[in-house]
């Protein structure tokens, strides 16, 4: 039986959490026998806007896709990077006039491998439906792809849950980023999907979501806005390790990963 193993890594937070993926990813994949790597590399650059520099250190760093979300428009001079970059996505459920795309197909060892990159409507920006969209892009692509991924950028749990479920042995891995907590509900779906709620975050572990825990602590309890400082500290590359059979297309396991 042969396998593939893909490795999905937690939202990378500033450039402290870009710079431990660039020390340690390859090693890690290398030691894990990791054939695809998938970040969301939103929040990689300065003031968590991701920018040029963060998104080629990552993709030089061991990633083979970068994917975002809802702050990926946040640096208006990361759009025409966008636009030009087969390598990282943006929502594809934002309207087409938008700058990039939303999916992107890549064969590597033979491969092809049909990356998403989809966002939430629950509590979010109302965009078009996740559901409908994935839809048109995996029937647009048919026979296209061996592989089916899915970022699903999203805030409630349940909206993820349901995506995963409606599109069990559909799409061969889905998993949750936006909340930088990793969920402990990693599995393999009837159907044969693999699956994470939220894979957590890349950044200091000892903090509020990335960033330094008396700021933020101080804009709760004061409802006083604060400047977003970044935590400093030992940090934690968190994600997870999906197994597939490449001739069912189904995943055998999920692993959580928390790379100190």
């Known amino acids: 039986m042969s396998q593939i193993r893909i490795l999905a890594i937690g939202d990378v937070v500033q450039e402290s959490g870009t710079n431990f993926v660039r020390r340690r990813l390859w090693d890690?994949?290398?030691e894990?026998?990791?054939?695809?790597?998938?970040?969301?590399?939103?929040?990689?650059g300065a003031r968590s806007h991701i920018d040029k520099d963060s998104a080629e250190t990552l993709l030089d760093g061991g990633a083979d896709v970068i994917t975002t979300g809802n702050h990926v428009w946040n640096n208006r001079d990361f759009h025409s990077y966008l636009d030009n970059s087969e390598n990282v996505l943006r929502p594809?459920?934002?309207?087409?006039?938008?700058a990039g795309k939303g999916y992107t197909i890549l064969n590597v060892d033979g491969y092809r491998y049909l990356v998403m990159c989809l966002q939430g409507t629950v509590f979010m920006d109302s965009l078009d439906s996740p559901f409908h969209k994935a839809e048109h892009i995996l029937e647009r692509e048919k026979g296209n792809?061996?592989?089916?991924?899915c970022d699903f950028h999203a805030e409630a749990t349940s909206e993820?849950?349901?995506?995963a479920m409606f599109f069990d042995g559909k799409i061969n891995v889905v998993f949750?980023?936006?909340t930088h907590i990793q969920t402990n509900d990693a599995r393999v779906l009837k159907n044969g999907t693999g699956y994470v709620t939220d894979l957590g975050m890349t950044g200091?572990?000892?903090?509020?979501?990335?960033?330094?825990?008396?700021t933020m602590i101080k804009k709760f309890y004061t409802k006083m806005p604060v400047f977003h400082k970044v935590a400093e500290g030992d940090i934690v590359m968190s994600g997870a390790i999906f197994t597939l059979d490449t001739d069912t297309k189904k995943c055998l396991s999920v692993e959580l990963v928390n790379l100190k």
Not at 160 to 163: D, G, N, S
Not at 204 to 214: E, P, Q
């Open 28 to 30: 890690f994949r290398r």
């Open 32 to 44: 894990k026998k990791i054939d695809f790597v998938i970040i969301n590399g939103e929040n990689s």
């Open 92 to 98: 594809a459920n934002y309207p087409d006039v938008c």
């Open 145 to 149: 792809f061996d592989f089916a991924l």
């Open 160 to 163: 993820k849950t349901a995506f």
């Open 176 to 178: 949750g980023t936006h």
């Open 204 to 214: 200091v572990f000892d903090s509020v979501l990335g960033l330094d825990a008396d």
